[in-house]
């Protein structure tokens, strides 16, 4: 079965600092890979997704992930963090060859301090 | 953006008794929708996938008597907890999808069972 590691459980950066999220999964056929962001008292929204193509995928809110097939990793990285990114943050893997099941990362909480 | 509620938000109830979660898209038709469970600090369990109009499909480990899914309509799909008892204590999140877009999530339904 497929499963899901992020690495980091607690981040605490400062404004204007660098972000880096890890992310692994297990199993190696064909994949499709979401990094989901959960703010204070909302509900979880899409960040960005990758299917196919550019394994640099830009998504909303500055941030991008890198899909590295040969590492089964999916890293999401921002340059400069604001406070207002403070949320858990979530990878998730659709797959073995795509169908309905999302199997989600335990989550990283990311604060951003002033 | 597609819009999914849960209702209620958060419910309080004694142990034997039955407790129904809705969850409704409210401006796209829902072929499928997912039931997941998510325990403090862990990540998000996919319990169950509902397609309108048929009987759920269950996560393995998942008994289908205990968590009773309804998918009666293209915008609403409904989870019964039967004779809930404090161990089905945790928060549960909906989420819904029209034909294979992205999965929509709706805010969560915090259960406490006393």
């Known amino acids: 079965a497929q499963s899901v590691s992020q690495h980091n459980h607690h981040v605490i950066l400062s404004e204007a600092a660098s972000l880096e999220l890890g992310c692994n999964y297990s199993?190696?056929?064909?994949?499709?890979l979401f990094w989901y962001v959960q703010y204070p008292g909302q509900h979880l929204q899409l960040l960005l997704k990758?299917?196919?193509?550019?394994?640099l995928v830009k998504g909303i809110k500055g941030f991008e992930a890198e899909f590295i097939k040969s590492k089964f990793s999916f890293n999401l990285r921002k340059p400069s963090v604001q406070w207002s990114d403070t949320a858990e943050y979530f990878c998730?893997?659709?797959?073995?060859?795509?169908?309905?099941?999302?199997?989600f990362g335990t989550g990283t909480q990311l604060k951003v301090e002033l | 953006g597609a819009v999914v509620s849960q209702h209620p938000s958060w419910v309080i109830c004694k142990s034997g008794t039955s407790v129904k979660i809705e969850c409704r898209s409210l401006?796209?038709?829902?072929?499928?929708m997912f039931w997941y469970r998510q325990f403090p600090k862990q990540s998000l369990m996919l319990m169950a996938t509902?397609?309108?109009?048929?009987?759920?499909?269950?996560e393995q480990g998942v008994e289908k008597d205990k968590f009773l899914i309804n998918h009666a309509s293209l915008t609403l799909s409904t989870l019964t907890v039967t004779s809930a008892h404090p161990e089905d204590s945790s928060f549960y999140i909906c989420?819904?999808?029209?034909?294979?877009?992205?999965?929509?999530f709706g805010p969560g339904t915090r259960l406490t069972v006393l």
């Open positions: 509902s397609n309108e109009g048929s009987k759920a499909t269950y």
């Open positions: 998730a893997v659709n797959g073995p060859g795509g169908g309905n099941k999302l199997t």
């Open positions: 989420s819904a999808r029209e034909n294979y877009n992205e999965q929509f």
């Open positions: 199993y190696g056929g064909t994949v499709n």
């Open positions: 401006d796209f038709q829902a072929t499928t």
């Open positions: 990758y299917f196919s193509g550019d394994p």
